[in-house]
C-alpha cells in the first residue's frame, strides 16, 4: 500500500479553519483518498473521501493536489469538538492491494487541538 | 439507524482467562473488521469476516484468538487465555461491501484490560 505522511500534531483556535495536510507520493492513480478521525475514547469515523476532484460535505473539504501527490482536509470552522487524531488513508484498487482493499491502514496520523 | 454497537466497553480480566468480546454491525451490513488499537499505537487491522465466513484473518495472532460472524446474531472476537500485552482497545467496523469506495463505520469499542 502507498505510504501517506502526516504531521504529528496541529494547534487550532476555535471558530478558525483548519488545513490538515497529507503528502501520499506513491499513490497510484486509482488510489482514493479517506479521512477518518478518532475522538477522545471514541473508534474512528469516517470524514471524507475522493479520488481526484475536491469534495466537500457536511462536515469537511478534501482539496486534492492536480498530481494528487498531497492533499488537504479543510474543517471551515474548528469547534471544541472536532479535537481529534486525524487519519489520512489511501485505498487502492482490489490488485494495488494484494486483493485486500478492505483493509483501513492507520498511521499515527495527526493531532488536532481546538483551543478555546 | 442504530450504528455498530459493541459489547461489553470495558472488560477486565485476570491472566489464562477467556475475554468474549461482540459487536453487532449496522443493519443491513454483512461486512465486520476487527481492529486493535494498543495502548499510545495506532489501529491494526485484524480480521474480516462476512456472515458465516473468515474472509481474511492476516491480522490476528495465529493462537489463542478466534472470530466469528454467525448467520445470526452478532460477530464475536474471542481471546482466549488472555496475557497483559492483550489488553487494548478492540473496534469494530462494518460496512455495506467492502469496496475502496465504502465508509466503514466503527463502533465505540470495548476497552479490554488485562490484570
Known amino acids: 500500500d502507498a505510504k501517506t505522511t502526516q504531521p504529528n500534531s496541529m494547534e487550532s483556535n476555535e471558530e478558525e479553519p483548519v488545513h490538515l495536510p497529507c503528502n501520499h507520493s506513491t499513490i497510484s492513480g486509482t488510489d482514493y483518498i479517506h479521512w477518518y478521525r478518532q475522538l477522545p475514547s471514541q473508534g474512528p469515523e469516517y470524514v471524507i473521501h475522493?479520488?481526484?476532484s475536491n469534495v466537500n460535505n457536511r462536515m469537511a473539504s478534501l482539496a486534492i493536489a492536480e498530481d494528487r501527490k498531497s492533499s488537504t482536509l479543510i474543517l471551515h470552522r474548528a469547534t471544541l469538538r472536532d479535537a481529534a487524531v486525524y487519519y489520512c488513508?489511501?485505498?487502492?484498487?482490489?490488485?494495488?492491494?494484494?486483493?485486500?482493499?478492505?483493509?483501513?491502514?492507520f498511521g499515527k496520523g495527526t493531532l488536532l487541538t481546538v483551543n478555546p | 439507524n442504530a450504528g455498530v454497537m459493541q459489547n461489553p466497553r470495558h472488560l477486565v480480566r485476570r491472566r489464562g482467562q477467556e475475554a468474549r468480546l461482540r459487536c453487532s454491525p449496522v443493519k443491513g451490513h454483512s461486512h465486520v473488521y476487527w481492529y486493535r488499537q494498543l495502548p499510545e499505537e495506532g489501529l491494526k487491522f485484524m480480521v474480516y469476516l462476512q456472515k458465516e465466513n473468515i474472509i481474511d484473518e492476516s491480522g490476528m495472532p495465529k493462537e489463542r484468538f478466534s472470530a466469528e460472524f454467525p448467520k445470526e446474531g452478532p460477530s464475536i472476537l474471542r481471546i482466549q487465555q488472555v496475557v497483559r500485552g492483550d489488553s487494548a482497545a478492540y473496534f469494530c467496523?462494518?460496512?455495506?461491501?467492502?469496496?475502496?469506495?465504502?465508509?466503514?463505520?466503527f463502533g465505540p469499542g470495548t476497552r479490554l484490560t488485562v490484570l
Open positions: 475522493g479520488l481526484t
Open positions: 488513508i489511501l485505498r487502492g484498487s482490489i490488485l494495488r492491494s494484494g486483493g485486500s482493499n478492505y483493509k483501513l491502514t
Open positions: 467496523a462494518s460496512s455495506p461491501r467492502p469496496e475502496r469506495t465504502d465508509t466503514q463505520y
